[in-house]
């Protein structure tokens, strides 16, 4: 079955420590997001993938980096500079970033400090 | 900005009671509009869209009608099941017509409580 597979999905983070979230997709989907969630809140978008080899920051992109060297692939590292990293990632794809495709969702990583 | 704002929860509903969420937006131009659906430590599912003035999205008994007029995009299903409890997404995707980017912004959801 094709979807979009995040792991882990419990992480734990030291102080001082930098972190990678995976996600992978098999839709051959052009477009890859990250979001943050918080308790009660809506998602917030920290970053964002139109094509491979290509990124933009959202709205919340401090302390956190991305690389999309291949379409299936689009990992979120938590930098050390992120002091309240605490949250749910959600990483999510769309076929294409035009034309208002609705995007596809993994089962997320909740991430914890130690 | 574009913004999403929807009707805090949580909502606590009897077993057939009749469900309305409501979602009104601000944008500019014609975005498209979504309802997603998030269970307990699980990400978020599609759940229905619409994508121009007037347009009713629908799936699994839950509807909604984009109303240009008030924009708004309200969430409503005729007879809920213990098994709808969740959270609920009211979502918006930059218009077309204001160099879309694919970008989602999000409402901060209403939680669906459903008793027996």
């Known amino acids: 079955d094709g979807g979009i597979t995040q792991s882990p999905k419990y992480l734990f983070r030291k102080e001082g420590q930098n972190v990678t979230l995976s996600c992978e997709q098999n839709?051959?989907?052009?477009?890859m997001y990250w979001y943050r969630q918080d308790p009660g809140q809506g998602l917030r978008l920290i970053y964002y993938?139109?094509?491979?080899?290509?990124?933009q920051k959202g709205d919340i992109a401090e302390g956190y980096s991305v690389s999309r060297e291949k379409k299936e692939s689009f990992p979120l590292t938590v930098t050390s500079a992120q002091k309240n990293p605490t949250a749910f990632y959600l990483c999510?794809?769309?076929?294409?970033?035009?034309?208002?495709?609705?995007?596809?969702f993994g089962d997320g990583t909740r991430l914890s400090i130690l | 900005g574009n913004s999403v704002t929807q009707m805090e929860g949580p909502v606590t509903l009897s077993e057939e009671a009749f469900l309305t969420i409501n979602c009104t937006y601000t944008?500019?131009?014609?975005?498209?509009l979504f309802w997603y659906v998030q269970y307990p430590g699980e990400g978020l599912q599609l759940l229905l869209k619409?994508?121009?003035?007037?347009d009713k999205g629908s799936n699994k008994g839950f509807e909604a009608t984009y109303r240009k007029e008030t924009t708004s995009f309200h969430l409503e299903k005729g007879s809920v099941q213990v098994s709808d409890s969740a959270v609920y997404f009211c979502?918006?995707?930059?218009?077309?017509?204001?160099?879309?980017?694919?970008?989602?912004?999000f409402g901060q959801g209403t939680t669906l409580q459903v008793k027996p």
């Open positions: 999510a794809s769309s076929i294409a970033w035009r034309d208002n495709q609705p995007q596809h």
């Open positions: 944008a500019t131009g014609y975005p498209s």
């Open positions: 979502a918006l995707s930059d218009p077309i017509d204001s160099g879309n980017t694919g970008k989602l912004i």
């Open positions: 619409a994508t121009k003035a007037d």
């Open positions: 839709l051959n989907h052009d477009a």
């Open positions: 993938s139109q094509i491979v080899n290509d990124f």
